[in-house]
C-alpha cells in the first residue's frame, strides 16, 4: 500500500502538524484549546512512529507498540486535564488561562 | 500516478489544511471538528502504512474517546457561539516565526538525511502476534509496558473521577472573585 511514496513525505507531514500544534500551544489562551494543540504534537509523533516502522524495520514490531502505549498516555491525559479544566472552571468561572492565575484557594 | 500516491497526496492536504485550521479558528466548536478531522485522516494514513489495528484504535479512542470528550467539555465552559479575541499580533507573529523556523529545520534534516532500511522480509501484523507480543515475558515481549500503562490508565481514572468531584462552592471561591 505505501510502495511510491517515500518515508521522507510521513516526515514531512507529521512535522508540519507538530509545528501546527506547537504554534497553538504558543497564541491559544483558552485552556481546552491548548489541550487540542497537545494532542495534535502527540499525534504527529505517532505518524513518525509507525512510519519509521514499516519503512525501516518492517520486521519488528517496536514502534507500533510505542504509539500505542502514547496513546494510552495521551487518553488518560485527556482525562485528567478535562477534569481539571472542568474543576478550574467551577472556581474561576473561565478557563483562559491569564485570569487563572492562583493556587491558593 | 498509482492510486494509493492519490490517497496519499488527499490526506495530506486534508492534515496540512485542517491542523493550521485547528490552532488559527476563532470558534473553539469549530477548532474541535477540525482536529477531529485531522485525527479521521491520520488514521487513513495508517491504513496505508498497513497498520489496521493502530488505526481502528485511531479511530475509535482518538477520533471516538478523545475528541468527543474535548466537545463535552467546551459545550461545559464555553458558549458556542463566542469567539476568541485576538491574542495580539506580536505573539502570533512571534509564535508563527519560531514555529516556521522549526519546521524548516526539521524538514531541511529529513531531506538531507538517508534512512537505510534492512533487508528483512516485512512482518504481517496480525491480532494473533499482538496478543501474543503484548502479553509475552520473551525477548520481544512487551508485559512490563503493558501492567505498567494499565496502572497508570486505573490511576488517571480515579484521579479524574476525584478532580471533577464536586467540593463546597462557598468556600473555594478566590477572595478575588468575591469582591468583584
Given at each position: 500500500m505505501s510502495s511510491g511514496i517515500p518515508l521522507q513525505y510521513f516526515l514531512i507531514l507529521a512535522t508540519i502538524m507538530f509545528f501546527a500544534g506547537v504554534y497553538g500551544f504558543l497564541t491559544r489562551r483558552n485552556l481546552i484549546t491548548i489541550l487540542m494543540s497537545v494532542e495534535l504534537i502527540l499525534n504527529s509523533v505517532n505518524i513518525n512512529f509507525l512510519a519509521f516502522n514499516r519503512y525501516?524495520?518492517?520486521?519488528?514490531l517496536e514502534g507500533m507498540f510505542f504509539s500505542i502505549f502514547v496513546i494510552a498516555v495521551a487518553a488518560s491525559e485527556a482525562a485528567v486535564a478535562i477534569a481539571i479544566i472542568i474543576n478550574i472552571y467551577r472556581r474561576?468561572?473561565?478557563?483562559n488561562v491569564e485570569d487563572v492565575n492562583e493556587m491558593k484557594y | 500516478m498509482a492510486s494509493n500516491q492519490i490517497m496519499f497526496i488527499l490526506f495530506a492536504l486534508m492534515i496540512t489544511v485542517f491542523s493550521v485550521l485547528t490552532v488559527t479558528t476563532r470558534k473553539i466548536l469549530r477548532a474541535a471538528v477540525f482536529l477531529l478531522f485531522v485525527l479521521v485522516s491520520t488514521s487513513g494514513l495508517y491504513f496505508m502504512l498497513n497498520y489496521q489495528f493502530m488505526a481502528a484504535i485511531q479511530l475509535t479512542l482518538?477520533?471516538?474517546g478523545i475528541v468527543v470528550l474535548i466537545i463535552f467539555s467546551i459545550l461545559l465552559t464555553s458558549h458556542i457561539s463566542q469567539k476568541f479575541e485576538s491574542s495580539g499580533w506580536k505573539k502570533n507573529i512571534f509564535s508563527a516565526l519560531a514555529a516556521i523556523t522549526g519546521a524548516i529545520l526539521s524538514i531541511v534534516t529529513i531531506l538531507d538525511y538517508s534512512f537505510s532500511a534492512t533487508k528483512e522480509a516485512a512482518q504481517e501484523v496480525d491480532m494473533h502476534l499482538i496478543g501474543r507480543s503484548l502479553l509475552s515475558?520473551?525477548?520481544?515481549?512487551y508485559v512490563l509496558p503493558f501492567e505498567v500503562i494499565s496502572v497508570l490508565l486505573l490511576a488517571a481514572m480515579i484521579a479524574a473521577i476525584v478532580i471533577a468531584k464536586k467540593a463546597g462552592p462557598a468556600k473555594t471561591l478566590s477572595p478575588k472573585l468575591n469582591q468583584e
Amino acid at each position: 500500500m505505501s510502495s511510491g511514496i517515500p518515508l521522507q513525505y510521513f516526515l514531512i507531514l507529521a512535522t508540519i502538524m507538530f509545528f501546527a500544534g506547537v504554534y497553538g500551544f504558543l497564541t491559544r489562551r483558552n485552556l481546552i484549546t491548548i489541550l487540542m494543540s497537545v494532542e495534535l504534537i502527540l499525534n504527529s509523533v505517532n505518524i513518525n512512529f509507525l512510519a519509521f516502522n514499516r519503512y525501516l524495520f518492517p520486521h519488528k514490531l517496536e514502534g507500533m507498540f510505542f504509539s500505542i502505549f502514547v496513546i494510552a498516555v495521551a487518553a488518560s491525559e485527556a482525562a485528567v486535564a478535562i477534569a481539571i479544566i472542568i474543576n478550574i472552571y467551577r472556581r474561576f468561572t473561565t478557563i483562559n488561562v491569564e485570569d487563572v492565575n492562583e493556587m491558593k484557594y | 500516478m498509482a492510486s494509493n500516491q492519490i490517497m496519499f497526496i488527499l490526506f495530506a492536504l486534508m492534515i496540512t489544511v485542517f491542523s493550521v485550521l485547528t490552532v488559527t479558528t476563532r470558534k473553539i466548536l469549530r477548532a474541535a471538528v477540525f482536529l477531529l478531522f485531522v485525527l479521521v485522516s491520520t488514521s487513513g494514513l495508517y491504513f496505508m502504512l498497513n497498520y489496521q489495528f493502530m488505526a481502528a484504535i485511531q479511530l475509535t479512542l482518538y477520533a471516538g474517546g478523545i475528541v468527543v470528550l474535548i466537545i463535552f467539555s467546551i459545550l461545559l465552559t464555553s458558549h458556542i457561539s463566542q469567539k476568541f479575541e485576538s491574542s495580539g499580533w506580536k505573539k502570533n507573529i512571534f509564535s508563527a516565526l519560531a514555529a516556521i523556523t522549526g519546521a524548516i529545520l526539521s524538514i531541511v534534516t529529513i531531506l538531507d538525511y538517508s534512512f537505510s532500511a534492512t533487508k528483512e522480509a516485512a512482518q504481517e501484523v496480525d491480532m494473533h502476534l499482538i496478543g501474543r507480543s503484548l502479553l509475552s515475558v520473551d525477548k520481544d515481549g512487551y508485559v512490563l509496558p503493558f501492567e505498567v500503562i494499565s496502572v497508570l490508565l486505573l490511576a488517571a481514572m480515579i484521579a479524574a473521577i476525584v478532580i471533577a468531584k464536586k467540593a463546597g462552592p462557598a468556600k473555594t471561591l478566590s477572595p478575588k472573585l468575591n469582591q468583584e
